[in-house]
Structures are given as structure tokens and as C-alpha cells.
């Protein structure tokens, strides 16, 4: 794919120290495929791309004092060249903006530190409190240092007499590759507890307590029932339903450019805001602008517009579903002249079935490309995938999408500006929480993405250089840059809340014999750290401690608003309920040692796993925008088995810890649960499994 010649280079960002020379052409989104660049004096006379100007974000002095508009180009801009005098740039002056996302960003950066700080010191005092404890004068014996070894995933050394050296402190990712282990005099082996809330059912304290009729009912489940069934689905129908006027089959290219544009609005004003893999501005005046003028080419540009419209048609269900006013510009859409083809294309099932197959059969041909935007248009397929709840496709387009990451990670020295570099950072933390979520509830291999995190910085959202200057103007602290930065905080806090929840899984989600685990200041300060994640967010995506009062969002500007408040404040309760769920373990492995710690931690884990706004009020109606739906419905199954085991276990004491309203909530997750049957064959097994739970339980409420 030719790269387009750009005329001029800008300061895209405000932690840039200078811009590079990119006469000779810069990157499109994320594209670093080769190719010689267009020169503007070879195109012909009709062509549609035209000079473009862009509005100076740091003009030299001289440019400055006349008042003349400068190119920004370095060392000398065009003026100062042509006049033949010295050019000097001053330093970039920071917007509001820029200053309240660097204070987020900070913020984020502090809490990771502090996590790291608190694992490496409570590694180090319980060595030392179990190395005066295990022999005399600090005496550590042979077996003990080497676990501790395997531990630090340092090399095992022999004890010795002389000061102890520095130890590499344990690095906490996204996977790990040798577990922790606590160390006890015989020192016995942990035993790792799955992150997946499908092995809930596998604990065998839990199958212990099961009546005979869920016994029945999960006997013949094995532990990969969800890979077996999910695999074994039939693939999506590959049928095109619609032709153009000359029977060709390649319809796309004669859809109205009202309607691609309305559609892709949509998305934008969806799924982008939570998850922002696409740049808006360059998707319009680039992206957009190149596929639609030359008919759908056969060029990944085309895949990414297919994969938009996809998910616009399912943000358009979402509107509706939430009885929501959409923009005037899809208002006209769905009541002028293109009424009939709009409704027809809008109003498959499931929705936007049409241009995802027609993307992935042009993807067919782009397999080996490893461009970001062949990286962009497999994590759009993987977001498409898992809004119709097929975890498989889902996970294979994202592995896919996660070993290019890894290749342009690699290569990052090939990026022409800092947007490019930045564009690259929105992509790979995007597909690296979304494969965490999936590799650990379907234990899957990961990709090993994770082993690039530090080097890979936060987006900072650089602003796309080039863009004509019409679309730059207005911009600065514009209640459409406040919009903007809401859901940019809220992605940055989506990155911190996953660094922490991945903390939890790594440091304390295993049993051992001893009775002082999972260690007790560790789940403090774990605790503590989550406080702080809350306390630490901007004031824009703020919320209280105190949820009691609003358990639900209620209606809201756009459907985005409403899920990127919903899902803060539901991660937030998921943290806290992953921090006490190897408490619930323990209790219920050997219910006879559980201290009043320990039972309370199991009631703070029960309190927190119920009322999650992301799956309540008006975002239970709007299930075709709720971007984690199976991970909900996995979750929520595998509570209810805990549920279910505790109520009815034959000691009060273990009773006691489940809350009294836990029925109302199974009532309210019930709709979802039913909703993700109907799409999945995996979800159905454990729509199956709940009713049988809650069946289950009424009788033995009547019973006693």
C-alpha cells in the first residue's frame, strides 16, 4: 500500500520535544508497510486528494511576530528558508487538557510503582520472619532458598554465611509462568486457584455439597465443557444477502455514502469511546475518504470500514434498545429517501452480519499483512465477535491481532511521529485486556504480548498531524475536548484497574496449608490500592465509595456515557470481589479453621459480587452494547455456585456470610444470563446450571 505524501511535519503532542522531518512521507494510522510515495505533481487532474493545511500548534518566532502562518518544519520552517534568516522555535505551552491528562497518567504510573514496592517488601519480610523461624542465627536451609528462588524466578544458590544479596524484585504482568509459593517447614507446594469462574464447579468442596440432581447435572461436564462447545458450534453463515443492481457481488461499493458515513458515526459514538482502537479524525478524512472514492478496494482500509459499519449497525440496536435520540444525520437516514436500504441493512440477524463477512473475505487475502491497521481490523473483528457472544472467533482474531502487536513492538523505531508511536500504544493495550479477560476464563494460552507492557507507555491520545485545517479549528478546551477526555480518562483507568486486578490473581489466588494466607497485609494494602485507584481518578469520571444510594445508572447524554459509567464502577466492585474470592476457597476447603478474618473477607467478597451497574438499569436494555458479555455471564454462574454452596452448607457460621438479598440480584442477572443462552451453546450449559441452582434452593428453603 503507497504511502500518501504529506506536505509538512507538525508537534503533535505536548511531551514531544521536537518534530521529525517526514518530507518524504509519514505512516497512515498505524500502517508501516512499505511502498514508494506518491509524488502530487504525477496525479491527475481529477484527483480527490487535495493540498492539505493544518493549523500550527508551535510556530518559530519569526513566524510568530509577522503574524504568518508557518509549516513547523525543522530546523528551518518554509518562511524563515526562503527569507534566509534564523529560525527558532519556542517551548510548547501546555493546554488544560494536556495538563489534566498528564495528572492521570501520573497518577496510574504511582499506583503500579506502589503495587510493585508492596509485593517485592512483603516478599522480603517473609523470608526473613520464616528464615529466623526455620533455623538458628537466620540459618536458611537448602530446600527453603531454593523456593524462594523459583519465587523471584531467580537461579537457586547455595546459603552461605555472608550477607545476603540483593534480590531481583518479582515482576507482576498480565501471566505468570511459575506461581508463587508460600513456604512452610515441609515445604509443601500451594495449590493455584483458576481465575475462570467455570472451575468453580470443579472445587471438589463444592462438589461435595451438591444435591443429587445438580451432581447429575455437571457430571459430565469437564473442565474445557466451554472450549468443547464453543468449538464445536456451526460458523457463521457466509451467505451475502444483498447484490448490486448489475448482480455483482461486491455490494458495497454501491451502498450511498449517507448511509456509510451515518453508520460509522455510530460506531464512533460507541464502541470507540470505550475501547479506542480507530482515531476518529483520520478515519474521516483519510481512511473513509480513500474507500469510499475508490469503491471498496481490496486494501485492509476497506476491512477496517466493513468492520465499523458492522458494529454501527449493532450501536444503532443499542440506541433503540435504550430509547435513545440518535444525531439528526442517522434520523435522516432511517426516514429519507434511503429509508428502505437503511432498514434492510440495519435490521439482520445478528446485525451487521452483511459487512462482517464481506470484510472477512477480503481479509482472506490480507492474512500475512502486519500493519497497526491489519492489527485495528482484527481487534474490530474480535469486538464484533464478542457483542454476538462467539468467544472462539472472538479469541482467535485477537491473537492473531496480539502477535502483530508484538512485531510493530519490535519495530517501533519504523514510526514516523508521535501519533503513530501513540496509535500503536491505544492498540496494544486494548488487545491485551481483552485477551486477559478471555485467556483466563477459557484458559487458553496467551499470546505473550504481555512480556512488552513496560515497554509500551500509556496513550496520551496525540492529536492526528495533517488533518485540514477546518477540522483543527475550535478544538482548544472545547466542550467537545472535555466529551473527549471523559472517555480517555476512562480508558487510561480501565488500563490501571487490569494492572491491579492481575496483581490479585498473581499474588494471593492459591491455598495453602498455613493458616496466614492469603497473607494479611498483602489483601490490606491490595485493598488499599484499590482505594486509591477510586480516590486517584480525575473529578470528570469520579464516583463515590458509598454505592447505596444509586445501584444502577440511570439515563444519560448517550449510550456511551451511561456504559463507561456503569463499567468503572463495576470493575471497581469486581476488584473487590476477586480480592476476597480465595477466602471463599479456603472457608470452604476447610470450613472448620475459618478464623472471624476469614469470614469476613467471604461476606465483603458476596457484597461486592452483587449490584453491578454494568449489567442494571438502562444498560440491562441495551444488550447490544454491552462489551462484556460473556465474561459477565461466566462470572456470574460461577457466583451463584458459591452462593449456593454457602447457603447451604450445614454451618450457620458459614450461612451467615451469604446476604439476604442475594435472590433479588439473581432475579436481576437472570435477563442477561437468558439473553447469552440464546447466542452461545456454552452459555446455555450454564443458563442450565443456574436454573437448576435456583431450583435447588427453593427446595431446600421450603425444607428448612
Same mark, same amino acid.
Not at 23 to 35: I, K, L, N
Given at each position: 500500500?503507497?504511502?500518501?505524501?504529506?506536505?509538512?511535519?507538525?508537534?503533535?503532542?505536548?511531551?514531544?520535544?521536537?518534530?521529525?522531518?517526514?518530507?518524504?512521507?509519514? =505512516?497512515?494510522?498505524?500502517?508501516?508497510?512499505?511502498?514508494?510515495?506518491?509524488?502530487?505533481?504525477?496525479?491527475?487532474?481529477?484527483?480527490?486528494?487535495?493540498?492539505?493545511?493544518?493549523?500550527?500548534?508551535?510556530?518559530?518566532?519569526?513566524?510568530?511576530?509577522?503574524?504568518?502562518?508557518?509549516?513547523?518544519?525543522?530546523?528551518?520552517?518554509?518562511?524563515?528558508?526562503?527569507?534566509?534568516?534564523?529560525?527558532?522555535?519556542?517551548?510548547?505551552? #501546555?493546554?488544560?487538557?494536556?495538563?489534566?491528562?498528564?495528572?492521570?497518567?501520573?497518577?496510574?504510573?504511582?499506583?503500579?510503582?506502589?503495587?510493585?514496592?508492596? =509485593?517485592?517488601?512483603?516478599?522480603?519480610?517473609?523470608?526473613?520472619?520464616?528464615?529466623?523461624?526455620?533455623?538458628?542465627?537466620?540459618?536458611?536451609?537448602?530446600?527453603?532458598?531454593?523456593?524462594?528462588?523459583?519465587?523471584?524466578?531467580?537461579?537457586?544458590?547455595?546459603?552461605?554465611?555472608?550477607?545476603?544479596?540483593?534480590?531481583?524484585?518479582?515482576?507482576?504482568?498480565?501471566?505468570?509462568?511459575?506461581?508463587?509459593?508460600?513456604?512452610?517447614?515441609?515445604?509443601?507446594?500451594?495449590?493455584?486457584?483458576?481465575?475462570?469462574?467455570?472451575?468453580?464447579?470443579?472445587?471438589?468442596?463444592?462438589?461435595?455439597?451438591?444435591?443429587?440432581?445438580?451432581?447429575?447435572? =455437571?457430571?459430565?461436564?469437564?473442565?474445557?465443557?466451554?472450549?468443547?462447545?464453543?468449538?464445536?458450534?456451526?460458523?457463521?453463515?457466509?451467505?451475502?444477502?444483498?447484490?448490486?443492481?448489475?448482480?455483482?457481488?461486491?455490494?458495497?461499493?454501491?451502498?450511498?455514502?449517507v448511509i456509510v458515513r451515518a453508520l460509522s458515526d455510530l460506531y464512533f459514538l460507541t464502541f470507540n469511546r470505550i475501547s479506542p482502537i480507530l482515531d476518529r479524525e483520520f478515519y474521516d478524512h483519510y481512511t473513509l475518504v480513500d474507500v469510499i472514492h475508490g469503491g471498496f478496494p481490496e486494501t485492509v482500509e476497506s476491512c477496517v470500514v466493513l468492520n465499523v459499519l458492522a458494529l454501527g449497525c449493532l450501536a444503532l440496536q443499542a440506541y433503540e434498545e435504550g430509547n435513545f435520540s440518535v444525531p439528526a444525520d442517522i434520523e435522516i437516514c432511517r426516514s429519507g429517501r434511503h429509508q428502505d436500504l437503511w432498514s434492510?441493512?440495519?435490521?439482520?440477524?445478528?446485525?451487521?452480519?452483511?459487512?462482517?463477512?464481506?470484510?472477512?473475505?477480503?481479509?482472506?487475502?490480507?492474512?500475512?499483512?502486519?500493519?497497526?491497521?491489519?492489527?485495528?481490523?482484527?481487534?474490530?473483528?474480535?469486538?464484533?465477535?464478542?457483542?454476538?457472544?462467539?468467544?472462539?472467533?472472538?479469541?482467535?482474531?485477537?491473537?492473531?491481532?496480539?502477535?502483530?502487536?508484538?512485531?510493530?513492538?519490535?519495530?517501533?523505531?519504523?514510526?514516523?511521529?508521535?501519533?503513530?508511536?501513540?496509535?500503536?500504544?491505544?492498540?496494544?493495550?486494548?488487545?491485551?485486556?481483552?485477551?486477559?479477560?478471555?485467556?483466563?476464563?477459557?484458559?487458553?494460552?496467551?499470546?505473550?504480548?504481555?512480556?512488552?507492557?513496560?515497554?509500551?507507555?500509556?496513550?496520551? #491520545?496525540?492529536?492526528?498531524?495533517?488533518?485540514?485545517?477546518?477540522?483543527?479549528?475550535?478544538?482548544?478546551?472545547?466542550?467537545?475536548?472535555?466529551?473527549?477526555?471523559? #472517555?480517555?480518562?476512562?480508558?487510561?483507568?480501565?488500563?490501571?484497574?487490569?494492572?491491579?486486578?492481575?496483581?490479585?490473581?498473581?499474588?494471593?489466588?492459591?491455598?495453602?496449608?498455613?493458616?496466614?494466607?492469603?497473607?494479611?497485609?498483602?489483601?490490606?494494602?491490595?485493598?488499599?490500592?484499590?482505594?486509591?485507584?477510586?480516590?486517584?481518578?480525575?473529578?470528570?469520571?469520579?464516583?463515590?465509595?458509598?454505592?447505596?444510594?444509586?445501584?444502577?445508572?440511570?439515563?444519560?447524554?448517550?449510550?456511551?456515557?451511561?456504559?463507561?459509567?456503569?463499567?468503572?464502577?463495576?470493575?471497581?466492585?469486581?476488584?473487590?470481589?476477586?480480592?476476597?474470592?480465595?477466602?471463599?476457597?479456603?472457608?470452604?476447603?476447610?470450613?472448620?479453621?475459618?478464623?472471624?478474618?476469614?469470614?469476613?473477607?467471604?461476606?465483603?467478597?458476596?457484597?461486592?459480587?452483587?449490584?453491578?451497574?454494568?449489567?442494571?438499569?438502562?444498560?440491562?436494555?441495551?444488550?447490544? #452494547?454491552?462489551?462484556?458479555?460473556?465474561?459477565?455471564?461466566?462470572?456470574?454462574?460461577?457466583?451463584?455456585?458459591?452462593?449456593?454452596?454457602?447457603?447451604?452448607?450445614?454451618?450457620?457460621?458459614?450461612?451467615?456470610?451469604?446476604?439476604?438479598?442475594?435472590?433479588?440480584?439473581?432475579?436481576?442477572?437472570?435477563?442477561?444470563?437468558?439473553?447469552?443462552?440464546?447466542?452461545?451453546?456454552?452459555?446455555?450449559?450454564?443458563?442450565?446450571?443456574?436454573?437448576?441452582?435456583?431450583?435447588?434452593?427453593?427446595?431446600?428453603?421450603?425444607?428448612?
Open positions: 500500500m503507497a504511502k500518501r505524501k504529506r506536505e509538512k511535519s507538525s508537534a503533535a503532542d505536548s511531551q514531544s520535544i521536537a518534530a521529525q522531518d517526514v518530507a518524504s512521507g509519514a =505512516t497512515r494510522e498505524g500502517s508501516v508497510s512499505d511502498g514508494a510515495d506518491i509524488d502530487a505533481q504525477e496525479r491527475p487532474s481529477n484527483d480527490i486528494h487535495r493540498t492539505r493545511t493544518f493549523l500550527a500548534s508551535l510556530a518559530c518566532e519569526q513566524c510568530r511576530a509577522k503574524k504568518t502562518k508557518c509549516d513547523e518544519d525543522r530546523p528551518k520552517c518554509g518562511q524563515c528558508k526562503s527569507s534566509s534568516i534564523e529560525c527558532v522555535y519556542g517551548e510548547k505551552r #501546555f493546554t488544560k487538557k494536556d495538563q489534566s491528562l498528564n495528572a492521570a497518567v501520573n497518577a496510574i504510573r504511582r499506583l503500579e510503582t506502589k503495587i510493585e514496592d508492596l =509485593t517485592t517488601a512483603f516478599n522480603e519480610d517473609r523470608d526473613e520472619r520464616r528464615a529466623l523461624a526455620s533455623g538458628p542465627a537466620g540459618g536458611i536451609s537448602e530446600g527453603s532458598a531454593d523456593v524462594r528462588a523459583e519465587v523471584r524466578n531467580e537461579r537457586p544458590s547455595k546459603p552461605s554465611n555472608s550477607q545476603t544479596q540483593p534480590r531481583t524484585p518479582v515482576r507482576i504482568g498480565l501471566e505468570t509462568t511459575v506461581p508463587p509459593r508460600t513456604v512452610s517447614p515441609t515445604h509443601s507446594r500451594p495449590i493455584p486457584i483458576s481465575f475462570s469462574q467455570h472451575a468453580t464447579i470443579q472445587w471438589d468442596s463444592i462438589r461435595s455439597g451438591l444435591s443429587k440432581r445438580l451432581q447429575q447435572e =455437571t457430571q459430565h461436564l469437564g473442565s474445557d465443557f466451554v472450549i468443547e462447545q464453543e468449538s464445536q458450534r456451526p460458523p457463521l453463515s457466509s451467505t451475502i444477502s444483498c447484490l448490486s443492481s448489475d448482480g455483482h457481488v461486491y455490494w458495497a461499493r454501491d451502498l450511498p455514502e434492510e441493512i440495519t435490521q439482520e440477524n445478528p446485525q451487521g452480519l452483511r459487512f462482517f463477512n464481506e470484510g472477512r473475505k477480503l481479509s482472506a487475502f490480507l492474512q500475512t499483512e502486519t500493519s497497526l491497521q491489519a492489527c485495528q481490523n482484527l481487534l474490530l473483528s474480535a469486538l464484533w465477535s464478542a457483542q454476538i457472544v462467539r468467544p472462539m472467533d472472538s479469541w482467535t482474531y485477537l491473537t492473531r491481532a496480539c502477535y502483530i502487536c508484538i512485531i510493530m513492538v519490535k519495530l517501533r523505531c519504523n514510526a514516523t511521529n508521535d501519533w503513530a508511536d501513540d496509535m500503536l500504544s491505544r492498540v496494544f493495550w486494548s488487545a491485551l485486556m481483552s485477551e486477559a479477560i478471555l485467556v483466563q476464563e477459557l484458559d487458553l494460552p496467551p499470546s505473550g504480548l504481555v512480556r512488552y507492557e513496560d515497554d509500551v507507555q500509556l496513550p496520551r #491520545f496525540v492529536k492526528c498531524p495533517h488533518l485540514p485545517e477546518a477540522s483543527s479549528q475550535g478544538r482548544v478546551d472545547s466542550d467537545a475536548d472535555d466529551d473527549e477526555a471523559y #472517555f480517555q480518562y476512562h480508558f487510561l483507568a480501565q488500563v490501571a484497574h487490569r494492572i491491579i486486578l492481575t496483581r490479585v490473581r498473581n499474588s494471593i489466588y492459591f491455598v495453602a496449608e498455613t493458616a496466614d494466607f492469603p497473607p494479611q497485609a498483602v489483601v490490606a494494602e491490595l485493598y488499599h490500592q484499590l482505594e486509591q485507584w477510586r480516590e486517584a481518578l480525575p473529578s470528570i469520571i469520579q464516583f463515590a465509595h458509598d454505592e447505596s444510594a444509586q445501584r444502577h445508572v440511570t439515563k444519560t447524554a448517550s449510550p456511551a456515557h451511561a456504559v463507561a459509567d456503569a463499567i468503572l464502577r463495576s470493575r471497581y466492585r469486581i476488584a473487590k470481589f476477586h480480592i476476597g474470592r480465595p477466602f471463599l476457597c479456603k472457608v470452604l476447603q476447610s470450613p472448620s479453621t475459618a478464623t472471624q478474618r476469614d469470614l469476613e473477607a467471604c461476606a465483603s467478597a458476596f457484597e461486592a459480587a452483587m449490584w453491578w451497574p454494568a449489567v442494571q438499569g438502562i444498560c440491562q436494555l441495551m444488550k447490544s #452494547f454491552s462489551p462484556l458479555k460473556f465474561a459477565f455471564s461466566c462470572q456470574f454462574v460461577g457466583q451463584q455456585v458459591l452462593y449456593h454452596a454457602f447457603a447451604m452448607h450445614p454451618l450457620p457460621a458459614l450461612q451467615n456470610v451469604v446476604p439476604r438479598d442475594w435472590y433479588v440480584w439473581s432475579r436481576e442477572i437472570s435477563h442477561l444470563l437468558s439473553y447469552c443462552a440464546s447466542l452461545s451453546p456454552a452459555v446455555a450449559t450454564d443458563f442450565t446450571l443456574f436454573r437448576a441452582l435456583q431450583d435447588d434452593l427453593t427446595v431446600y428453603d421450603r425444607q428448612t
